[in-house]
C-alpha cells in the first residue's frame, strides 16, 4: 500500500533532472520553495520514521542526516554549486567512526538503499584491514549473499589503492577489500516499491542488507 512517499520521489527526479540542466543558485533560488517543501521536508520525515525502524531491527539506535543541496567546492574541480541528487544517511548513534551506516540515493539514475563504513583513516583503516584479514572470508559471504540479490559495491567514497598495503602479502585472499579506504554495499529499489510503500520497500532492503550489517557491527 502507497505510503505517500511516491509524491516526494515523483516531484523530486523531474527536479534534479532541471537542476543537473540549470546547476545555479540563480536557478535554485527560483524554485528553492519547490525542493524545501516537497523534497527535502517530506526526506526529514521519512528518514525519522526509517531510524526508527533500522533501531527495531538491529537493535541500536541510529541519527538520520539528510545531505544539504549546496555542494563543498572548495577542494573540488567540479564547481557546478548544488547537488543533482537526495542523499539521506542513518549514522550509528554510538559514535564509534567504525560504526556501518545506512544510506539511500535518490537520483534521476539511481534509486538505492546501501550499508557500509565510510571513508578511513589512520587508526581505523588498519582496524578495518585487521577485520579484513581475520574476518575476511564471513564478511566475503554475506557480501555474495547480496549480490545474489542483485547488489553492488558502491564506488562512494576515495579510490581503492593500487597495491595491497603493507603488512599483507600481495596474493591475500581478500587482497580487493584490502586495498579499500571505505566498503559499502548498496542494492537498487525494487521496481514494486510504490505497491508496497516507500517505507516497507526500504525495511525490505535493509533486511536484505543485514548480514553485510551484522559482519561489520559484531566483528569490526
Known amino acids: 500500500m502507497a505510503d505517500g512517499f511516491e509524491q516526494m520521489v515523483d516531484t523530486a527526479l523531474p527536479f534534479f533532472t532541471e537542476l543537473a540542466a540549470n546547476n545555479s543558485k540563480a536557478w535554485f533560488e527560483l524554485h528553492k520553495a519547490r525542493y524545501v517543501d516537497d523534497i527535502r521536508k517530506p526526506a526529514e520525515f521519512m528518514a525519522d520514521l526509517v531510524s526508527e525502524d533500522l ?12 545531505f544539504r543541496i549546496y555542494r563543498d567546492v572548495r577542494f573540488s574541480k567540479d564547481k557546478t554549486p548544488l547537488n543533482a541528487h537526495l542523499h539521506l544517511m542513518w549514522a550509528s548513534s554510538d559514535k564509534d567512526p567504525l560504526a556501518p551506516a545506512w544510506f539511500m540515493g535518490l537520483a534521476p539514475d539511481y534509486f538505492l538503499l546501501g550499508v557500509g563504513v565510510l571513508p578511513m583513516k589512520g587508526d581505523s583503516l588498519t582496524r578495518y584491514r585487521a577485520f579484513v584479514d581475520m574476518w575476511g572470508d564471513g564478511l566475503s559471504d554475506a557480501m555474495d549473499s547480496v549480490f545474489a540479490l ?3 559495491v558502491s564506488d562512494w567514497g576515495p579510490e ?4 595491497v598495503p603493507k ?3 600481495a596474493d591475500h585472499p581478500h587482497a580487493e ?10 542494492l537498487p529499489m525494487p521496481a514494486d516499491w510504490r ?9 525490505a532492503r535493509i533486511k536484505d542488507l543485514q548480514p553485510v550489517w551484522e559482519m561489520f557491527d559484531k566483528h569490526l
Do not use: M, Q
Not at 533501531?55 to 539528510?66: C, Y
Not at 577489500?177 to 548498496?186: C, D, G, N, P, T
Not at 505497491?195 to 525495511?203: D, E, R
Open 177 to 186: 577489500l584490502l586495498k579499500r579506504k571505505a566498503l559499502s554495499v548498496s
Open 195 to 203: 505497491t508496497k510503500g516507500l517505507i516497507k520497500a526500504l525495511n
Open 150 to 152: 542483485g547488489a553492488e
Open 55 to 66: 533501531a527495531r531491527v538491529t537493535g541500536k539506535p541510529h541519527t538520520p542526516k539528510v
Open 167 to 169: 603488512p599483507y602479502d
Open 160 to 163: 581503492p589503492l593500487k597495491r
